[in-house]
Nanobody, 116 residues
Framework: QVQLVESGGDLVQPGGSLRLSCAAS????????MKWYRQAPGKERELVAV????????NYADSVKGRFTISRDNAKNTVILQMNSLKPVDTAVYYC?????????WGQGTQVTVSS
Protein backbone atom coordinates (compact mmCIF):
# COMPACT_ATOMS: atom_id res chain seq x y z
CA GLN A 1 0.00 0.00 0.00
CA VAL A 2 1.04 3.59 -0.57
CA GLN A 3 2.87 5.10 2.38
CA LEU A 4 4.26 8.59 2.83
CA VAL A 5 6.29 9.41 5.92
CA GLU A 6 7.40 12.95 6.62
CA SER A 7 10.22 13.98 8.90
CA GLY A 8 12.38 16.99 9.72
CA GLY A 9 9.91 19.35 11.38
CA ASP A 10 11.18 21.33 14.33
CA LEU A 11 11.11 24.61 16.23
CA VAL A 12 13.30 27.18 14.48
CA GLN A 13 13.95 30.89 14.89
CA PRO A 14 12.84 33.40 12.25
CA GLY A 15 15.39 33.52 9.45
CA GLY A 16 16.43 29.94 10.05
CA SER A 17 16.29 26.90 7.79
CA LEU A 18 14.78 23.44 7.87
CA ARG A 19 14.91 20.46 5.56
CA LEU A 20 11.80 18.29 5.38
CA SER A 21 11.89 14.78 3.95
CA CYS A 22 9.15 12.51 2.72
CA ALA A 23 9.91 8.82 2.30
CA ALA A 24 7.57 7.09 -0.13
CA SER A 25 6.77 3.42 -0.65
CA UNK A 26 4.14 1.17 -2.18
CA UNK A 27 4.06 2.71 -5.65
CA UNK A 28 6.38 3.47 -8.56
CA UNK A 29 7.72 6.69 -7.10
CA UNK A 30 9.51 7.86 -10.25
CA UNK A 31 6.24 7.85 -12.20
CA UNK A 32 4.34 10.38 -10.11
CA UNK A 33 4.44 14.05 -9.27
CA MET A 34 4.84 14.87 -5.60
CA LYS A 35 3.50 17.79 -3.59
CA TRP A 36 4.04 19.49 -0.26
CA TYR A 37 1.08 21.08 1.47
CA ARG A 38 0.82 22.88 4.79
CA GLN A 39 -1.95 23.66 7.23
CA ALA A 40 -1.71 26.36 9.85
CA PRO A 41 -4.02 26.39 12.90
CA GLY A 42 -7.49 27.57 11.93
CA LYS A 43 -6.65 27.75 8.23
CA GLU A 44 -7.28 25.59 5.20
CA ARG A 45 -4.60 23.30 3.87
CA GLU A 46 -2.62 25.06 1.14
CA LEU A 47 -0.37 23.80 -1.64
CA VAL A 48 3.24 24.85 -1.08
CA ALA A 49 5.25 23.18 -3.84
CA VAL A 50 4.95 20.61 -6.63
CA UNK A 51 7.60 18.61 -8.45
CA UNK A 52 7.13 16.55 -11.61
CA UNK A 53 7.89 12.85 -11.76
CA UNK A 54 11.33 13.43 -13.28
CA UNK A 55 12.07 16.43 -11.10
CA UNK A 56 12.46 18.69 -14.11
CA UNK A 57 9.45 20.89 -13.39
CA UNK A 58 8.70 22.62 -10.10
CA ASN A 59 6.10 25.13 -8.98
CA TYR A 60 5.70 27.10 -5.78
CA ALA A 61 3.12 29.11 -3.92
CA ASP A 62 3.86 32.82 -4.22
CA SER A 63 4.32 33.01 -0.47
CA VAL A 64 7.36 30.70 -0.55
CA LYS A 65 8.98 31.48 -3.91
CA GLY A 66 12.65 32.23 -3.56
CA ARG A 67 12.78 30.74 -0.05
CA PHE A 68 11.69 27.11 -0.46
CA THR A 69 13.08 24.49 -2.84
CA ILE A 70 11.44 21.16 -3.65
CA SER A 71 13.58 18.31 -4.97
CA ARG A 72 13.43 14.55 -5.28
CA ASP A 73 15.71 11.54 -5.37
CA ASN A 74 14.02 8.84 -7.43
CA ALA A 75 16.69 6.33 -6.50
CA LYS A 76 15.81 6.76 -2.82
CA ASN A 77 12.04 7.33 -3.22
CA THR A 78 12.37 10.59 -1.32
CA VAL A 79 11.09 14.12 -1.83
CA ILE A 80 12.70 17.04 -0.02
CA LEU A 81 11.49 20.51 0.91
CA GLN A 82 14.37 22.83 1.75
CA MET A 83 13.03 25.84 3.62
CA ASN A 84 15.19 28.93 4.09
CA SER A 85 14.55 32.39 5.52
CA LEU A 86 11.70 31.00 7.57
CA LYS A 87 9.04 33.35 8.91
CA PRO A 88 6.51 32.95 11.71
CA VAL A 89 3.77 32.72 9.05
CA ASP A 90 5.40 29.51 7.83
CA THR A 91 4.35 27.82 11.08
CA ALA A 92 2.15 24.86 10.12
CA VAL A 93 1.93 21.13 9.82
CA TYR A 94 3.58 20.14 6.54
CA TYR A 95 2.21 17.20 4.54
CA CYS A 96 3.56 15.18 1.65
CA UNK A 97 1.03 14.18 -1.01
CA UNK A 98 0.71 12.24 -4.23
CA UNK A 99 -2.11 11.25 -6.55
CA UNK A 100 -1.99 7.65 -7.76
CA UNK A 101 -4.84 6.79 -10.08
CA UNK A 102 -8.07 8.06 -8.54
CA UNK A 103 -6.68 8.18 -5.02
CA UNK A 104 -4.89 10.94 -3.15
CA UNK A 105 -2.45 9.87 -0.47
CA TRP A 106 -1.17 11.84 2.51
CA GLY A 107 1.48 11.40 5.12
CA GLN A 108 0.89 12.01 8.81
CA GLY A 109 2.48 15.45 8.68
CA THR A 110 5.43 17.08 10.42
CA GLN A 111 5.17 20.18 12.60
CA VAL A 112 7.18 23.26 11.70
CA THR A 113 7.16 26.09 14.23
CA VAL A 114 8.94 29.38 13.51
CA SER A 115 9.25 31.45 16.65
CA SER A 116 11.78 33.39 18.67
Amino acid sequence: QVQLVESGGDLVQPGGSLRLSCAASGFIFSSYAMKWYRQAPGKERELVAVISSSGGITNYADSVKGRFTISRDNAKNTVILQMNSLKPVDTAVYYCNTQVGWSSYWGQGTQVTVSS
